[in-house]
């Protein structure tokens, strides 16, 4: 089967960029032009190519959602096994388990936190040094939360920063009320603003970053259930860290990362693509 594969792919690639090369966006034909290329795996004795190569590293434009989804597709991101221990018990992962199944939400757990520690995108410890483990209930914690936001974009979080003379609304306000801490609010809210802006620029969709928020800190008081609320989260604040203004200082660093870890991250970055395709 792979023969015939081989053998056709010349065919099947001129038949794509023929019908594409016209009707693609410019930002489309980046990752179209990286078709032509072999795909380098360790069968055929090459270096395995980055899952994150094809990524264009310009700006954000209107084009940003179909370029993201044509090179994620174009790329082998298969998801490797991944352990993660939660409540004491180490589950792996089966790459062909559904979205939503309980080994895959705590692989997709353990992908995250490896790859805020591989990255040093965690932020420091109290007592200052650099956070050594990522665990993953700093995934539900609101201080590491809007730190990691912060640090993903600092420009975008600055110009987020909302007026306290201006009461919220919606998700907004449900995020304030009852809040304990007035300086921790404002940044939650500002996080949020982050990831409500960039979605909307990049993929015209809202997808409610105000109750992400919550439901993920909520998960966080209740021993990390449900895991699908954080990682719902993190899956987003993933695809933010590959969108937003400073997108191409983490797709580089991504490209650095161990080959089983970017396909991980790729898969990761897939997933919320084809649900954000479906309701876009």
Same mark, same amino acid.
């Given at each position: 089967?792979?023969?015939?594969?081989?053998?056709?792919?010349?065919?099947?690639?001129?038949?794509?960029?023929?019908?594409?090369?016209?009707?693609?966006?410019?930002?489309?034909?980046?990752?179209?032009?990286?078709?032509?290329?072999?795909?380098?795996?360790?069968?055929?004795?090459?270096?395995?190519?980055?899952?994150?190569? =094809?990524?264009? +590293? #310009?700006?954000?434009?209107? %084009?940003?959602?179909?370029?993201?989804?044509?090179?994620?597709?174009?790329?082998?991101?298969?998801?490797?096994?991944?352990?993660?221990?939660?409540? #004491?018990?180490?589950?792996?992962?089966?790459?062909?388990?559904?979205?939503?199944?309980?080994?895959?939400?705590?692989?997709?757990?353990?992908?995250?936190?490896?790859?805020?520690?591989?990255?040093?995108?965690?932020?420091?410890?109290?007592?200052?040094?650099?956070?050594?483990?990522?665990?993953?209930?700093?995934?539900?914690?609101?201080?590491?939360?809007?730190?990691?936001?912060?640090?993903?974009?600092?420009?975008?979080?600055?110009?987020?920063?909302?007026?306290?003379?201006?009461?919220?609304? #919606?998700?907004?306000?449900?995020? %304030?009320?009852?809040?304990?801490?007035?300086?921790?609010?404002?940044?939650?809210?500002?996080?949020?603003?982050?990831?409500?802006?960039?979605?909307?620029?990049? %993929?015209?969709?809202?997808? @409610?970053?105000?109750?992400? +928020? =919550?439901?993920?800190?909520?998960?966080?008081?209740?021993?990390?259930?449900?895991?699908?609320?954080?990682?719902?989260?993190?899956?987003?604040?993933? /695809?933010?860290?590959?969108?937003?203004?400073?997108?191409? @200082?983490?797709?580089?660093? /991504?490209?650095?990362?161990?080959?089983?870890?970017?396909?991980?991250? /790729?898969?990761?970055?897939?997933?919320?693509? @084809?649900?954000?395709?479906?309701?876009?």
């Amino acid at each position: 089967l792979k023969r015939c594969f081989r053998s056709a792919q010349p065919h099947l690639i001129g038949a794509i960029r023929e019908t594409a090369s016209s009707t693609a966006p410019a930002a489309c034909k980046v990752c179209m032009a990286a078709l032509s290329e072999p795909v380098r795996s360790p069968s055929n004795g090459l270096e395995a190519e980055s899952p994150f190569a =094809r990524f264009s +590293l #310009g700006s954000t434009d209107g %084009h940003q959602a179909s370029e993201l989804h044509n090179c994620a597709g174009s790329a082998e991101a298969k998801p490797s096994k991944r352990s993660v221990s939660i409540g #004491g018990a180490v589950v792996c992962n089966s790459a062909e388990e559904g979205e939503g199944s309980d080994e895959l939400l705590e692989s997709n757990v353990a992908t995250v936190c490896a790859w805020l520690q591989a990255t040093n995108l965690a932020p420091p410890t109290e007592a200052g040094t650099s956070c050594t483990r990522v665990r993953p209930t700093s995934l539900a914690d609101p201080s590491f939360v809007v730190a990691v936001v912060e640090g993903l974009c600092p420009c975008t979080f600055a110009a987020e920063a909302p007026d306290p003379t201006v009461a919220g609304s #919606g998700d907004e306000a449900a995020d %304030h009320e009852g809040a304990e801490d007035d300086d921790d609010c404002w940044r939650r809210r500002q996080a949020a603003g982050c990831l409500r802006t960039v979605f909307q620029d990049s %993929h015209s969709v809202d997808i @409610r970053a105000s109750r992400l +928020l =919550r439901r993920a800190f909520r998960a966080g008081s209740n021993d990390l259930e449900p895991l699908q609320d954080v990682v719902d989260l993190w899956r987003h604040i993933l /695809m933010y860290a590959v969108t937003c203004d400073d997108k191409q @200082r983490h797709i580089l660093a /991504m490209q650095g990362l161990p080959q089983d870890l970017q396909a991980d991250l /790729m898969s990761i970055i897939m997933a919320l693509e @084809r649900r954000l395709a479906s309701i876009g």
